[in-house]
């Protein structure tokens, strides 16, 4: 019986409605992306432009193919299980058991439906049936936190759970379902995204990796999204991002502000590189801090048109954690980082959904 209703900690009603298949293929080399709903890899969004007020040129950035280290140089914490923690734990699984309620109820056919993902969605997939009897739904009967991880800076990052769930019929026409096992919750919300294996003794999905190609499409829209809000046309609007949570933040703020848009009406940057030169990262989890090499040519015209072009280089560090990836520190002078030190990664790393 563990194995048959275990997939329902994986889907927790096969014994109740069928069942369950035989979970996919083995996992390839690279981990599943995390069960945290995640937002596209993109440029952060910047103010939209009234149509009569003229924009600068979209910057392109070119990211060297070059091979670079993904170290695991990180380390999650374990943190106090208190009544915080098991409050938090409680309700990711509650929205897990939700979710499950809901797939199953509209029929339990689109895969699409489920946010969760590699061996473990397929096996929730392959083994949750629709309700044929009655209409049921999923309860916690106990919950217990086996391990509470946050990052080095405090943010949530894992936590491990024994739950025994029931599977009610809504009516209590029918006896309840049990069945008890474990699940693993990742990120600062705590969702859901994998499960126990009893058949193999391991976790279905396991640690998660983040590749080398998916480091490099978040540089290239993280940094040009960065250098447009420096780049302006006559007449082109004033546009910022970011708060002055952190000291990095107050120094860029500050910086940009020191631009003089009379002096130079029109700065542009072009043929802008960047390297990467490694991404640091945790054994358990993809998040991690990415160092960037920024080199190309800052374009300027004055009042009269001429053009000026001056190089640059520049260092960055870009976070990968519960939002989209954004530069949380930079050298725009060779060795002085603008944070002072201070990356306050606890104000930007925070799931804001």
Same mark, same amino acid.
């Given at each position: 019986?563990?194995?048959?209703?275990? @997939?329902?900690?994986?889907?927790?009603? #096969? $014994?109740?409605?069928?069942?369950?298949?035989?979970? !996919?293929?083995? #996992?390839?080399?690279? *981990?599943?992306?995390?069960?945290?709903?995640?937002?596209?890899?993109?440029?952060?969004?910047? *103010?939209?432009? /009234? !149509?009569?007020?003229?924009?600068?040129?979209?910057?392109?950035?070119?990211?060297?193919?070059?091979?670079?280290?993904?170290?695991?140089?990180?380390?999650?914490?374990?943190?106090?299980?208190?009544?915080?923690?098991? @409050?938090?734990?409680?309700?990711?699984?509650?929205?897990?058991?939700?979710?499950?309620?809901?797939?199953?109820?509209?029929?339990?056919?689109?895969?699409?439906?489920?946010? =969760?993902?590699?061996?473990? $969605?397929?096996?929730?997939? %392959?083994?949750?049936?629709?309700?044929?009897?009655?209409?049921?739904?999923?309860?916690?009967?106990?919950?217990?936190?086996?391990?509470?991880? =946050?990052?080095? &800076?405090?943010?949530?990052?894992? #936590?491990?759970?024994?739950?025994?769930?029931?599977?009610?019929?809504? %009516?209590?026409?029918?006896?309840?379902?049990?069945?008890?096992?474990?699940?693993?919750? =990742?990120?600062?919300?705590?969702?859901? !995204? +994998?499960?126990?294996?009893? #058949?193999?003794?391991? &976790?279905?999905?396991?640690?998660?990796?983040?590749?080398?190609?998916?480091?490099?499409?978040?540089?290239?829209?993280?940094?040009?999204?960065?250098?447009?809000?420096?780049?302006?046309?006559?007449?082109?609007?004033?546009?910022?991002?970011?708060?002055?949570?952190?000291?990095? &933040?107050?120094?860029?703020?500050?910086?940009?502000?020191?631009?003089?848009?009379?002096?130079?009406?029109?700065?542009?940057?072009?043929?802008?590189?960047?390297?990467?030169?490694?991404?640091?990262?945790?054994?358990?989890?993809? +998040?991690?801090?990415?160092?960037?090499?920024? %080199?190309?040519?800052?374009?300027?015209?004055?009042?009269?048109?001429?053009? /000026?072009?001056?190089?640059?280089?520049?260092? =960055?560090?870009?976070?990968? $954690?519960?939002?989209? *990836?954004?530069? @949380?520190?930079?050298?725009?002078?060779?060795?002085?980082?603008? !944070?002072?030190?201070?990356?306050?990664?606890?104000?930007?790393?925070? %799931?804001?959904?």
């Amino acid at each position: 019986m563990k194995h048959a209703l275990g @997939v329902v900690l994986v889907a927790l009603i #096969a $014994g109740a409605c069928g069942p369950s298949a035989p979970p !996919s293929a083995s #996992a390839s080399a690279e *981990p599943s992306a995390t069960a945290e709903p995640t937002v596209a890899i993109s440029a952060a969004p910047t *103010p939209a432009a /009234s !149509s009569k007020t003229a924009q600068a040129s979209e910057i392109t950035v070119a990211v060297s193919s070059a091979p670079f280290p993904l170290e695991v140089t990180l380390a999650l914490r374990s943190a106090p299980i208190d009544d915080e923690a098991t @409050v938090l734990v409680r309700s990711g699984v509650t929205r897990y058991l939700e979710m499950l309620d809901h797939f199953r109820a509209t029929g339990a056919t689109n895969r699409q439906a489920l946010s =969760v993902y590699g061996r473990f $969605g397929d096996a929730v997939f %392959n083994g949750i049936k629709s309700s044929q009897d009655v209409e049921r739904t999923f309860v916690i009967g106990s919950l217990h936190v086996d391990r509470y991880l =946050v990052k080095p &800076w405090g943010t949530r990052a894992m #936590a491990e759970v024994t739950v025994t769930v029931l599977d009610k019929a809504v %009516n209590g026409s029918l006896p309840d379902q049990t069945e008890t096992g474990r699940l693993r919750l =990742v990120g600062d919300k705590l969702f859901v !995204s +994998d499960a126990w294996d009893y #058949a193999s003794g391991r &976790w279905f999905n396991g640690p998660e990796a983040m590749t080398a190609a998916e480091v490099r499409d978040a540089v290239t829209a993280t940094t040009a999204n960065h250098l447009s809000l420096e780049s302006w046309v006559p007449t082109s609007a004033v546009v910022t991002f970011g708060d002055e949570s952190t000291p990095y &933040w107050r120094a860029r703020h500050a910086y940009i502000a020191s631009l003089d848009r009379t002096a130079t009406p029109w700065r542009m940057f072009e043929d802008v590189k960047a390297s990467i030169e490694r991404y640091e990262t945790f054994s358990e989890i993809r +998040d991690g801090l990415a160092t960037v090499r920024l %080199n190309g040519t800052i374009v300027t015209k004055d009042p009269s048109g001429k053009t /000026s072009r001056t190089p640059f280089e520049r260092t =960055v560090r870009i976070l990968f $954690g519960n939002w989209i *990836p954004e530069i @949380v520190d930079e050298q725009i002078t060779p060795g002085v980082w603008l !944070s002072g030190g201070d990356l306050a990664l606890a104000l930007r790393d925070v %799931n804001t959904a």
